[in-house]
């Protein structure tokens, strides 16, 4: 199984600015999602950009894929101190005949007001 | 709509003993998988139960074992517990279908080990 490796590690923004993340994979995928998790909360569904797309946007987040480069990134404009959270991405292989999700160790961003 | 929960919301268990966390899932929803996040890391996926059934499995000893009941609730088991299963154990539902499906978590169960 493939698991997304998400940089940096850390972010720390002010209120107002946008907050990128990026995420990098290994072998094919027919999708890629971008969760959030607030501290001691579960998993929120973001975002799903599948292969043959390459931006999508969802209210404040615009997520890309470059699925020739491998990576998938995603924006949130005009950060806000709720926004503060660590960030996931899963992509999923061609091959995932099931629904399993496999997470790297995610991006903690912090949005100080 | 309720959404997925999870039982209990904290545990506190010693080494070699036994632990059954449960879950419901969201309403609708048929397939329930199971991870293991340790602080500071992300989720590692465990397994997940479909039709009643271990569809998938990740990379977990035999120790950690699951069922699934027809209402679709499940229930994870970990057997002769150890330290490094201290952990927020979480739960998330979706609908069958192969391909894009986005799965919907509990807020989990926080497992700690002494």
């Known amino acids: 199984s493939q698991q997304g490796e998400e940089d940096p590690q850390a972010l720390s923004i002010q209120e107002g600015e946008n907050a990128t993340m990026n995420c990098s994979y290994k072998?094919?995928?027919?999708?890629l999602q971008w969760y959030r998790q607030n501290s001691g909360r579960g998993l929120v569904h973001l975002i799903l950009?599948?292969?043959?797309?390459r931006e999508k946007h969802s209210g404040r987040l615009r997520v890309t894929l470059d699925t020739s480069k491998k990576s998938s990134s995603l924006l949130i404009t005009a950060s806000r101190a709720a926004d503060t959270a660590s960030y996931f991405c899963?992509?999923?292989?061609?091959?995932?005949?099931?629904?399993?999700?496999?997470f790297g160790g995610g991006t903690r961003l912090m949005v100080k007001p | 709509d309720a959404g997925v929960t999870q039982s209990p919301t904290h545990l506190i268990k010693t080494r070699g003993q036994q632990v059954t966390l449960r879950c419901s899932p969201k309403s609708g929803h048929d397939t329930v998988s199971w991870y293991q996040q340790a602080l500071g890391q992300g989720p590692q996926f465990i397994f997940q139960y479909y039709e009643e059934e271990e569809r998938q499995r990740g990379n977990f000893p035999d120790r950690f074992s699951g069922h699934q009941f027809p209402n679709y609730s499940s229930e994870l088991n970990v057997n002769a517990l150890l330290l490094g299963d201290s952990a927020l154990y979480l739960c998330?539902?979706?609908?069958?279908?192969?391909?894009?499906?986005?799965?919907?978590f509990g807020d989990g169960t926080r497992l700690s080990i002494l």
């Open positions: 950009i599948r292969s043959n797309e």
């Open positions: 072998t094919s995928i027919n999708n």
């Open positions: 998330a539902s979706s609908l069958a279908g192969y391909g894009f499906q986005p799965q919907h």
């Open positions: 899963a992509p999923r292989q061609n091959n995932n005949a099931g629904n399993m999700l496999t």
